[in-house]
Structure formats: structure tokens, C-alpha cells
């Protein structure tokens, strides 16, 4: 038997990752994948990708069509009400669910959302509350998911005008605040007839989070075969992950994040902040309006620098977004606080602003919009698989026969 220590690292290494494979391959992916029975229709394949950004300031809304090209449609800004919600739950306050409902709804409500969190069913929650509203024959009523609701009907009316048809489905993203979650928006989507690309299936993300769609939408981290779950994992395989720094700047609030993509990849179906800080002081309105503006900036460097320094790992990438980060006051003072940062925190290679506002080898976005272009991304690509099989390559040419008003065959 060899014993040399770099055989032993090999076998070692080997046996690790058979192992990782073995448990990833059962636990996460039922693999291989089932060829599927039917194929998607050119209508759903070639709709364009509707992402919708639920900050905690306001909501904004893009389009990712078929061709390629990315349209900014509305922002939406929360009326007080909105904000009063965003702050409890981002302060970790539950949401209020239900009006004067008995405790008897409220249970149900908390074991299907827990179902759908052990099971990853995706509608289960909303089978139970049709099935309630059927027993109890009266309609639930719920303050938090209203509120919600009404900030997406409007998200929703303004991107039918600019697609111009009917819009079914959309892909969500919120900052990795907990009790803002999926149950809760998927409620309050279901009240607009509306369908959602996260928490719909399995093997992709049940939640979409900010830091992570704005990575996307700049062009980090996308598998070029996203047909394939396996193929896509591949193509990062034993890519180093990179540590992002997050900041998120508005009118109401600074978000720092820190999020590690699995080896770069990004809209996968694990993504979250592994830290965050929200801070509801200082967003830019509060420190203009301050008598001393300059304690209040102040404050903010002291934060971005507090915040990267806690960070276990040295930060490798820096994102922004936000309807504020274009303030120039804003920008000076996030440079300093880089700045002031040692080798130990943070890479001294990256340039501050290299990822603002830049599309990988592209032209620029508004960063107000990046998380929700990001998340249209996400539907693009999600209309083009199904959750649970892969498409056989009829199909493709299936669809073809479609788009040029040909014979239409489904079945195969
Ligand atoms: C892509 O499609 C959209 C919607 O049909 C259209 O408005 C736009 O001009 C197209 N862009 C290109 C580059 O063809």
C-alpha cells in the first residue's frame, strides 16, 4: 500500500467528494434528472422575464425579453404604511397576517408555511388558505399582506403597459430580512393572480435575495448551460467563491451585507447574507435633513467600516444598489470608508467602484433597478426549464414549428 502523504491527499480528496457527490446528488438533486413528458410552449419559452424588487423603501419593476433586451419599467415608492412594515419586519417584528381572525386560521397558516419550509412545497400555503376560505366561508383579510399586495398590483399594472399583454408570473427579490418571506409574498401574489419563480419548485431558489440578483443582473456568475442544473454546478466547479460586500443605499435606509456565492455562482438555489446590518437612521433623507449633516455621514463611514471588519472573511467584491448610491456626498464618504479598510479586511486589488453601475462588459444600469433586472434574469431563465425534468431536444424544434405558426404537437 502507498502511504506517500500527496497519494494519501489524493485519495483523501477523492473519497471526499465522491462522498459530497453521493449525499449532494440525494439530497439536493434527484439525480439523473427524468426526461420530460411534455415540452413548454413557445408562449411561456419565449414570454419575456418579469422581476419584481421589493425593497424596503420601494419596489421597482423589469422586463428581460426573449431578444436580450433589459427594460427599467417603474419604482414605486412605499407609502408610510409600506415602511412601517418593511421597518418591524426588518427589525425582526412579526408580521400582523391576519384581522381579527381566530387562532384556529392563525395555526393553520403557521403549519402550512412550516410544511412548505420542511417540504420546499410550494403551494401548499396557498392550497390551505383556499381550502380555509372554503371551510370558513369568509374572506381572510390581513393588514401586512395587503400592504404588500397593493405595492405589487402597481408593479404589476405598469409592467403590463410596457410588455402589453397579461402579466402571470414573476420572479421576486427582497433583502435576506427573515420574516419578510416567501409564505408572506406568495400570499400576497396569490391575491393578484399572480404566479411567482421563487419557491415554486425544489431545486431552485425559494427565496431570491438582493445582493444576490444585483451579482446577476452585473453579469457575475451565470452558468452558461442554465438548461442543465448539473451542467450550470459544473461550469464553477471548484471556482473560488468570492466575498462580496453588499451595500444597499436609500432614502430610508443603508443595508450592508455580506453574501459568499458557492463558487461564484449566482441565482443558485443556496444564496443568502451570511451577515447583515440594516440601519433605518441613515438613509439619505434622514442625514440630509439632520442639523449636522456630517455627524450622520460620519456614522455611515463608521458603519460600512464596523460592518466589513466583521466579516469573517476578507472581502473580494463589492456591490451596490440603491436609488441613492448616485449622491455624490454618498459616494465620497463610501470611498473613505473602503479606503480606511486594511489589507486584512478587504482585497486591496479591487477598486472601490469597479462593479458600480457596470454591467460585466456592457454598458451601465441604474442601480435603483439592478436587483429586479437581476431577478427578471432569473425568470427569463426559469420560463426556459421545467422544475422537475429535463426537456428532450425535440423540443426545441417543436417550439420552432410554433413561433413560424406551424403544427403544434406537445405531446411526445
Ligand atoms: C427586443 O424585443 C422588444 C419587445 O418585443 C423590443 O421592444 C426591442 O426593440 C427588441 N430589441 C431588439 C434589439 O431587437
Known amino acids: 500500500m502507498r502511504t506517500d502523504p500527496v497519494f494519501q491527499m489524493n485519495l483523501t480528496w477523492v473519497f471526499t467528494l465522491v462522498a459530497f457527490s453521493t449525499v449532494a446528488c440525494h439530497a439536493l438533486y434527484d439525480c439523473p434528472r427524468p426526461k420530460c413528458e411534455t415540452c413548454l410552449p413557445a408562449d411561456i419559452y419565449d414570454a419575456p422575464g418579469v422581476g419584481f424588487d421589493l425593497t424596503p423603501s420601494y419596489g421597482t419593476s423589469a422586463v428581460h425579453y426573449y431578444n436580450g433586451t433589459v427594460v427599467e419599467v ?3 415608492h412605499g407609502k408610510p404604511e409600506y415602511l412601517e412594515l418593511m421597518t418591524r419586519l426588518a427589525k425582526g417584528g412579526k408580521p400582523i397576517l391576519m384581522e381579527d381572525q381566530g387562532i384556529l386560521q392563525k395555526s393553520y397558516f403557521k403549519l402550512f408555511s412550516l410544511l412548505d419550509s420542511f417540504l420546499g412545497l410550494p403551494f401548499s400555503a396557498r392550497t390551505g388558505w383556499c381550502w380555509l376560505n372554503e371551510k370558513l366561508e369568509r374572506p381572510l383579510k390581513s ?91 459544473d461550469e464553477f466547479y471548484l471556482a473560488g467563491s468570492p466575498v462580496i460586500l453588499f451595500v444597499s443605499f436609500t432614502r430610508h435606509l443603508l443595508y450592508t451585507s455580506i453574501t459568499i456565492p458557492n463558487n461564484g455562482e449566482s441565482l443558485m438555489r443556496f444564496a443568502y447574507d451570511e451577515i447583515k446590518d440594516l440601519n433605518f437612521e441613515l438613509g439619505l433623507d434622514q442625514i440630509l435633513e439632520a442639523d449636522n449633516p456630517d455627524i450622520l455621514w460620519a456614522r455611515l463611514r463608521e458603519q460600512i467600516t464596523t460592518f466589513s471588519q466583521s466579516s469573517e472573511f476578507r472581502i473580494t467584491g463589492f456591490l451596490l444598489a440603491g436609488e441613492s448610491t448616485t449622491n455624490p456626498l454618498f459616494q465620497d464618504n463610501l470611498k473613505d470608508a473602503l479606503a480606511g479598510l486594511s489589507g486584512l479586511h478587504i482585497e486591496p486589488k479591487i477598486a472601490p467602484f469597479a462593479l458600480m453601475g457596470s454591467v460585466h462588459g456592457e454598458k451601465s444600469m441604474d442601480l435603483t433597478f439592478a436587483a429586479a433586472r437581476g431577478a427578471a434574469l432569473y425568470a427569463r431563465r426559469r420560463q426556459e426549464v421545467q422544475c422537475d425534468c429535463s426537456e428532450l431536444g425535440e423540443c426545441e424544434l417543436s417550439r420552432q414549428k410554433e413561433r413560424s405558426g406551424g403544427q403544434v404537437k406537445l405531446d411526445l
Open 74 to 76: 417603474v419604482q414605486i
Open 143 to 233: 393588514d401586512d399582506i395587503n400592504i404588500i399586495s397593493e405595492m405589487l398590483w402597481n408593479l404589476k399594472l405598469a409592467t403590463e403597459k410596457q410588455i402589453r399583454q397579461d402579466l402571470n408570473r414573476v420572479a421576486i427579490t427582497t433583502p435576506d430580512i427573515p420574516t419578510l418571506s416567501p409564505e408572506m409574498i406568495n400570499t400576497a401574489l396569490q391575491e393578484l393572480d399572480l404566479q411567482t419563480w421563487t419557491g415554486d419548485c425544489s431545486w431552485y431558489p425559494r427565496r431570491l435575495i438582493e445582493a444576490d440578483a444585483v451579482y446577476a443582473a452585473s453579469g457575475y456568475g451565470l452558468c452558461k448551460s442554465y438548461h442543465d442544473l448539473w451542467e450550470c454546478d
